[in-house]
T-cell receptor
């Protein structure tokens, strides 16, 4: 199994509070992704990173920010949590070899509930 | 138009039949294509990757890619009840950023 650890695995938080989710990898992969998964919507890309300090927005980035200060860690912050951000959050990592892109491996997910 | 589209299903097939899952994508510069399987409450796991036009077979699974039609499919032969899951199509776009977009997934139910 790819070395990806998400923390926390479960969290309940109150509306309006900031929340940070952590993704830690031991594979030294260049690319890291944050997705949210909701019924009927599949996996939606929030933000992704293509190197240390290199990040970009995905499909549903409003209300979220990210940081990647070192290769192994990719942090997702909900600046002021809302009930619409209740979801399961997945981190994924991938690498590329020359012109070939390798598959993405997923963490175990974080179930976040905003009350 | 969504970047990656799949029929949400459910797709119901009898045990032993062939299940056919389809996916279309909107960006012609897409380079890499993947099929993931996700059981309820679990993380997605990779089944197949395909990079060039044509068919790629791995055991009971065959991925088919047609870049001209912007179409990717997954065939599962001899379907088993253990294949019942959601199947996610993913497309990686070119360039330095390696943006990876998923479809909404197709729920497959294999009936014993």
């Amino acid at each position: 199994d790819a070395g990806i650890t998400q923390s926390p695995r479960h969290k309940v938080t109150e509306t309006g509070t900031p929340v940070t989710l952590r993704c830690h990898q031991t594979e030294n992969h260049r690319y890291m992704y944050w997705y949210r998964q909701d019924p009927g919507h599949g996996l939606r890309l929030i933000h992704y990173s293509y190197g240390v300090k290199d990040t970009d927005k995905g499909e549903v980035s409003d209300g979220y920010s990210v940081s990647r200060s070192k290769t192994e860690d990719f942090l997702l912050t909900l600046e002021s949590a809302t009930s619409s951000q209740t979801s399961v959050y997945f981190c994924a990592i991938s690498e590329s070899r020359g012109t070939m892109n390798t598959e993405a491996f997923f963490g175990q997910g974080t179930r976040l509930t905003v009350v | 138009q969504k970047e990656v589209e799949q029929n949400s299903g459910p797709l119901s097939v009898p045990e032993g039949a062939i299940a056919s899952l389809n996916c279309t994508y909107s960006d012609r510069v897409s380079q890499s294509f993947f099929w993931y399987r996700q059981y309820s409450g679990k993380s997605p796991e990779l089944i197949m990757s395909i990079y060039s036009n044509g068919d790629k077979e791995d055991g009971r699974f065959t991925a088919q890619l047609n870049k001209a039609s912007q179409y990717v499919s997954l065939l599962i032969r001899d379907s088993q009840p253990s294949d019942s899951a959601t199947y996610l199509c993913a497309v990686r776009y070119g360039g330095a950023t390696n943006k990876l977009i998923f479809g909404t997934g197709t729920l497959l139910a294999v009936q014993p």
